[in-house]
């Protein structure tokens, strides 16, 4: 019999009290009666399926939703001094929220997971809280250190949540769903720009109030890899259905954003994921070259092949590869004098904003940290990022069955990460820090379970000689 009728009589008590007030309100006043009767009818199915939500996630994974969707509604102040500022953002309220009632539930005690991904963050923190004594500008420095401790925060949280597999899963489709809905926001900016969307793309103004195309971009390549994991991953017809939706709506964001590192990454990462991997089924390969096949499409009948001339075009290119390499130069000339402590955690921006008068990042993982945390805090880096990569190695290659496309989608996502991070400031917001180490967090559970699943089951003791059975 059909879960349905039953799902929808949840809704009975709901509609005893909003139909009687919609029917006054339409009786007495036919104008706006349809609005508001419209209205509580959008309101009573949200809280239904936040109800439903909340049953199916539990208190703790509720929050975990709340915390990744906040990420969506951007900066909620600012904090200034001497021309600087340091953004506050609403996930920073939902964060706030979550740690007070989970210390209160847990008698303030702390659980934090044994993960090598935390292990290695925590002495990487240190040394960078410990470069706010030499940062040129303290505030700036504060801040980035304010991001990466939010980002703590939500990986021991989501490490914590992440108990079992199911619950990993989970946490992987809060992470692609997010992404669809970034997605979604940035098609509506696109369609409603003033200089129409084929220029607006062009120009790369698809923007987000909170972040700019190439930034967005580094969050829908970590999703993009999952969703497909997820389709493989999915036993009924309609979650695969859902998934594929999730993947079309987030490769469309990606495409959109225009982000050469971008679209780099995510063709690399599929390619060395699931194009060089025999032990795989043969969906996610067909899916890949869907993908691919959509891409060239669009470059050959869209209006979108202008867009993609104008971006490779080698005007477009030779500057690029020219700022990067004065981005490049004045790093390696500050690490020169600065080998040791740097010149303090995000602490280039500042000194970047010579070059053409606005802040911005060296645009590359290793130098960044090289030049902002002196030579340990790069080692401290790169051992944090590759703990980051073992653990994802360890879900590809633990990963059997109706798990092998998902555990090929995680190593994708760590590898996109990691190629963006080349050409691209991916890992400067405090919005990817939070989705990665979420990612991290689920990663590492379903390492573990698939691990666990995949060791022989103890034999029975041989019995001692000469017993009697």
Known sequence: MSRWPARLGALKPVALVAGPVAGAVVATDPRWGPLILAAVGAVTVLGWAGVRCARALGVHGMWMALLLLSILMGQMGSLGAEGQSGRVLWADAVIGIGVVCALVRGRMVVRVPDAPFLRALIPFLAWGAASMLVARDPLTAIAEFKEWMAALIVAIAAANYASDAARARRLLGIVAITAALMSVHMLLVALTSPVGPIA??????????????????????????????????????????????????????????????????????????????????????????????????????????????????????????????????????????????????????????????????????????????????????????????????????????????????????????????????????????????????????????????????????????????
């Open 200 to 469: 607006a793309i062009m120009l790369k103004v698809v923007d987000l109030p909170w972040g700019r195309t190439n930034y967005l971009a580094g969050h829908l390549i970590l999703a993009i890899p999952i969703a497909i994991g997820l389709i493989g991953q999915s036993t009924q017809a309609r979650e695969r259905v859902g998934w594929t939706a999730v993947l079309v709506v987030t490769f469309t964001g990606l495409v959109l954003s225009m982000s050469r590192g971008g679209i780099l990454g995510l063709l690399v990462a599929l390619v060395v994921a699931f194009g060089l991997e025999r032990r795989q089924a043969a969906a996610p390969r067909l899916i890949v070259l869907a993908l691919i096949g959509v891409a060239v499409l669009l470059y050959a009948v869209s209006p979108l092949r202008t867009v993609l001339a104008e971006r490779l075009g080698s005007a477009s290119l030779n500057y690029s590869a020219s700022e990067r390499l004065d981005m490049y130069r004045l790093a390696w000339q500050q690490f020169v004098e600065h080998p040791v402590f740097g010149i303090g955690i995000n602490n280039f921006s500042v000194v970047a904003h010579q070059l053409r008068g606005m802040d911005n990042t060296p645009h590359n993982f290793e130098l960044g940290y090289l030049v902002e945390l002196g030579i340990p805090g790069l080692l401290l880096a790169l051992g944090w990022a590759l703990a980051l990569g073992r653990t994802a190695w360890r879900a590809r290659s633990a990963s059997a069955g109706e798990a092998r496309t998902l555990g090929l989608g995680l190593w994708a996502a760590f590898i996109g990460f990691m190629v963006q991070g080349q050409v691209e400031p991916n890992i400067y917001g405090q919005q990817f820090k939070m989705l990665l180490v979420t990612v991290a967090a689920a990663t590492w559970r379903l390492a573990v379970e698939w691990e666990q699943r995949r060791m022989p089951e103890p034999s029975a003791a041989p019995s001692p000689r000469g017993s009697l059975s």
